[in-house]
């Protein structure tokens, strides 16, 4: 019999690759901002949820805690944690976006 994986278990497998975890949690940012800390949950989940913590100075609990569905992590948590998995914050224009999606359609 063969064994299959959940597709969470699956996606987690997946999140361990930096470039996919940069491209997940943009298409989340992009596609729906309110789900970005339980994405970026699934990231840190990914890269062992200990290991994330202690790379980016913090607790394990507050980790968790910052991360959860009624979290609300500081700066200073979201960018150790991002830092912690390899990424960093960006902000571009809104015009910016705009042109890159209609150049993106147009080759499509």
């Known amino acids: 019999m063969n064994k299959t994986s959940s597709y969470h278990d699956a996606l987690l497998d997946s999140l361990t690759d930096p ?8 298409a989340v940012l992009q596609d729906y901002p309110e789900g970005f800390l339980k994405a970026l ?23 968790y805690r910052a991360l959860s569905d009624h979290g609300n992590p500081t700066l200073d948590t979201l960018t150790g944690v991002l830092s912690a998995l390899g990424l960093k914050l960006s902000v571009t224009g809104i015009k910016d976006a705009d042109v890159a999606a209609s150049k993106l359609r147009k080759t499509a």
């Open 41 to 63: 949950r699934n990231v840190a989940k990914a890269n062992q949820m200990t290991k994330v913590a202690k790379d980016a100075g913090i607790q394990r609990e507050s980790l």
């Open 19 to 26: 470039v996919e975890a940069k491209h997940y949690l943009n």
